[in-house]
């Protein structure tokens, strides 16, 4: 299996909820998470925040659908999907998949957002 290196927004709570999730899933530790909003970027801050990235085993930076798959081969339970996903008509369905996630997501980081804010004030009291 191939190491490799995923950007993400630390600073959005949905992807920090998602990071933590594919965190616990990669057991066997080939997965380098980095988030922007602290480290040096591989290509334009902005562009690295407004889609999902990734590379593997040092190859091209990968975005979208693209870099999800790459993240997956490297962890065994998700790794048939990420394999699923090297043929060009599976991975064009992700990346339709991932087209309409990015138009609902504003929503769903305020959404998780909002929740987040309740439990802590929760947490206060």
Do not use: N
Not at 19 to 37: N, P, W, Y
Not at 69 to 85: D, Q, S, T, V
Not at 99 to 120: E, G, I, M, W
């Amino acid at each position: 299996m191939s190491r490799v290196t995923v950007w993400h927004d630390g600073g959005c709570p949905l992807c920090r909820r998602e990071i933590a999730l594919m965190r616990r899933l990669d057991t066997r530790g080939r997965i380098t998470f980095v988030d922007v909003t602290h480290a040096a970027c591989p290509t334009d801050r902005a562009a690295l925040l407004a889609r999902f990235h990734a590379r593997e085993d040092g190859g091209p930076l990968l975005s979208g659908a693209a870099a999800f798959a790459a993240m997956w081969r490297a962890i065994p339970l998700l790794r048939p999907l990420g394999l699923a996903a090297r043929h060009r008509r599976v991975l064009a369905l992700l990346d339709c998949g991932y087209a309409a996630f990015l138009r609902v997501r504003p929503s769903l980081q305020r959404l998780v957002s909002a929740a987040s804010a309740a439990r802590d004030a929760k947490r206060r009291t």
